[in-house]
């Protein structure tokens, strides 16, 4: 198959049904701009592509079935500034020809590339952007990534990264940084200094260690913060409280103790656009971007006469974070993810009681303290958290009453205060929300009123179960009891005749008495009987 449109720079083709392989041939056309995504294309990204298409600039090849060769590794297009490769099956190692000097962008996420990162990453000074997440790359992150002097999203999640960061990285201007469901390790002091651009930080699963450092405070851009499921221990740090645009905390599955920060209420939900940000790209890029938008505007004229839409060529990143809410892990991004806030401290070894002042996170969406070792009252102050739809308090040591004032929370959809010290009566959650899970209230003997079988002003109802296990101990303490007494009985007795010579005399002239009416009954009463029956029978 070959096409032959010579003045055609600008051909779109996504999000159709088009399946085989890429024309091996593109006679004549000097491609600008060229987009093959979401269709069924497979097989390999022939060479002629780039050989035939000296200007090619944009290439998105995203959402198909290719494998094989990108490109051949004698050709390295010198103008291409824009690849996505991303939701392929590409495998093997990253050929070295898709680490262009031009490269504005790079997404070759979502394949099964492995090997390692190369080196020679360090070539490309330009790049803004870099995801090769979701693939089964393994090995260090190389310290030559750090030569990315103007890069601002670095996404290498879910692979199978080992080591350490590399503390050059905090000299970087990063604003999301995603390294999440690898096996990195180490502490995090080198990690989190002097990040100020920073907005998403999301190091989950992983093998981290040590505190959360103090210099978490210079963080000041930063909106979601997600440390979930590593080996961090110690106090949550005070300097986390002088983030004000924090939005999404998870610290949950780790070792922390302590009491619960008051100055957490400070949380905000931030109104910071997690896309593009042109004024930055200016300063930080400056040639890459207005290269861009020099191209961008040349070629207004003509797309917009042809009905195109020129904001299409814009760079399509999104922030995207994973974050646990009414029971279930949600991914959220775009215009969602600007408008969800939460925090997530379950899992850990956090002790006190929950500060009242928590109660004014008026626009907090999710509250997880669960599996905690908290005490006290659920806070009254709960009741002004008017956009919350998820509240998980179980799992602790809280007693007094379920305050009332809950009834007013109108967005509740979740809540669980299972296996506490609560007593009293259940508020008509029913009656405000329709039906609320009996799992939500276990584990608290003393609540009583729907949905628990427990009558109000009576002891707790026992369940077959607790009534068999309640048995079982009876009988136990009894034996237990038994053996006790009988033996504290024997010692006495040992005690008296050690001290006493003529209780001691008295006794053995019994037990020798015994022995002898004994000998003599069991001699006239078996063995006579048995012996002469025994010789009649002979005879």
Same mark, same amino acid.
């Given at each position: ?27 004549? !056309? ?39 060769? !990108? ?11 824009? +690849? ?18 031009? +490269? !504005? ?8 590339? %492995? ?5 020679? &990453? ?34 290498? $999640? ?16 990063? *604003? ?38 103090? %210099? ?34 998870? +610290? ?27 004024? =930055? ?20 004229? =003509? ?58 996170? $008026? ?5 997880? +303290?669960?599996?905690?070792?908290? !005490? ?42 299972? =296996? ?20 939500? =209230? ?24 607790? *009534? ?6 009876? &009988? ?64």
């Amino acid at each position: 198959m070959s096409l032959a449109f010579p003045k055609l720079t600008f051909l779109n083709m996504s999000k159709n049904n088009l399946e085989g392989p890429i024309p091996s041939k593109f006679c004549g !056309i000097h491609l600008e701009f060229l987009d093959l995504s979401v269709n069924i294309l497979s097989g390999g990204v022939p060479s002629d592509l780039a050989i035939g298409s000296p200007q090619l600039f944009y290439l998105r090849l995203s959402n198909n079935k290719l494998k094989g060769k !990108i490109f051949s590794e004698e050709v390295r297009p010198h103008i291409l500034s824009f +690849l996505y490769l991303n939701d392929n099956n590409f495998e093997g190692p990253l050929p070295s020809n898709i680490f262009l000097r031009s +490269l !504005i962008v790079l997404d070759a996420s979502r394949n099964n590339f %492995t090997g390692e990162i190369p080196r020679w &990453i360090m070539d490309n000074t330009r790049l803004l952007q870099l995801d090769l997440s979701k693939n089964l790359l393994e090995g260090l992150i190389p310290v030559e990534i750090c030569n990315l002097k103007s890069i601002y999203v670095l996404a290498i $999640s879910e692979n199978k990264l080992s080591g350490f960061i590399p503390s050059c990285v905090s000299s970087l201007p990063l *604003e999301h940084i995603h390294l999440e469901k690898n096996q990195l390790g180490g502490e995090l002091g080198h990690v989190l200094f002097n990040l100020s651009f920073l907005i998403t930080l999301d190091l989950g699963y992983n093998n981290f260690t040590g505190n959360i450092p103090h %210099t978490i405070g210079s963080l000041n851009s930063l909106n979601y913060l997600l440390l979930r499921n590593n080996q961090l221990e110690g106090q949550i740090p005070t300097q986390i409280c002088m983030l004000n645009d924090l939005s999404i905390v998870d +610290l949950s599955f780790n070792k922390l103790y302590g009491p619960l920060l008051p100055c957490l209420s400070n949380l905000t939900q931030a109104k910071k656009d997690a896309h593009l940000r042109m004024a =930055y790209y200016a300063t930080t890029s400056r040639d890459s971007w207005l290269a861009f938008l020099g191209w961008i505007r040349w070629k207004r004229h =003509y797309y917009d006469r042809h009905g195109l839409i020129t904001t299409s060529f814009l760079m399509d990143v999104e922030t995207q974070v994973q974050f646990s809410t009414k029971r279930n892990s949600y991914t959220y991004k775009r215009s969602i993810l600007e408008y969800m806030s939460g925090i997530d401290l379950s899992s850990n070894r956090l002790t006190g009681e929950i500060p009242v002042e928590l109660g004014n996170m $008026s626009n907090i969406h999710a509250l997880n +303290l669960s599996q905690n070792h908290l !005490i006290g009252r659920i806070p009254y102050t709960f009741s002004n958290l008017q956009e919350i739809e998820s509240l998980d308090l179980s799992y602790n040591r809280l007693n007094g009453s379920i305050p009332v004032d809950l009834l007013e929370l109108n967005s509740l959809a979740v809540f669980s205060v299972a =296996y506490n010290n609560l007593s009293g009566a259940v508020p008509d959650f029913k009656a405000q929300f329709g039906t609320f899970n009996k799992s939500s =209230y276990e584990g608290n003997p003393f609540l009583c009123g729907y949905p628990l079988d427990n009558k109000c002003g009576m002891s707790p109802k026992l369940s077959n179960g607790d *009534e068999e296990s309640s048995e079982l101990e009876d &009988i136990q303490c009894f034996y237990i009891g038994f053996v006790v007494s009988y033996g504290a009985i024997l010692l006495g007795l040992a005690a008296a005749l050690c001290f006493n010579r003529h209780w001691r005399r008295a006794w053995f002239r019994m037990i020798e008495a015994l022995m002898f009416y004994c000998y003599y009954f069991v001699l006239d009463n078996i063995v006579t009987p048995i012996k002469s029956r025994w010789c009649r029978n002979v005879g």
